[in-house]
Nanobody, 123 residues
């Protein structure tokens, strides 16, 4: 079994920064592709960023490009999402996803998901 746990969410003013972490643990036999998604109340889950097993294959949603940076530390089985210049429209539950074979923008292709961490940006 594989567990995915997010942390680092919170309340921040517009223009501020937060760093989310996502730790993968359990029966890990390879380096996983990882993705960040978010879901705001009443809205569908949307892709934010993803990173391949070797830290290549980086993808970002247009809405976060040049503000958010995804990175990973394979020794710690952890992925990070550095979020700068936050806006009220970034308010959502941020979910981390992991997959042993895939890293991309399609949520349905990820096998493991965390419970999410709330990010609230006040204006």
């Amino acid at each position: 079994q594989v567990q995915v746990v997010e942390s680092g969410g919170g309340l921040v003013q517009a223009g501020g920064s937060l760093r989310l972490s996502c730790a993968v643990s359990g029966r890990i036999d390879r380096t996983y592709g990882m993705g960040w998604f978010r879901q705001a109340p009443g809205k569908e889950r949307e892709f934010v960023a993803s990173i391949g097993w070797s830290a290549g294959h980086l993808y970002y949603a247009d809405s976060v490009k040049d503000r958010f940076t995804i990175s990973r530390d394979n020794a710690k089985n952890t992925v990070y999402l550095q979020m700068n210049s936050l806006r009220p429209e970034d308010t959502a539950v941020y979910l981390c996803a992991a997959d042993p074979y895939f890293a991309g923008i399609v949520a349905a292709q990820y096998e493991y998901w965390g419970q999410g961490t709330q990010v609230t940006v006040s204006s």
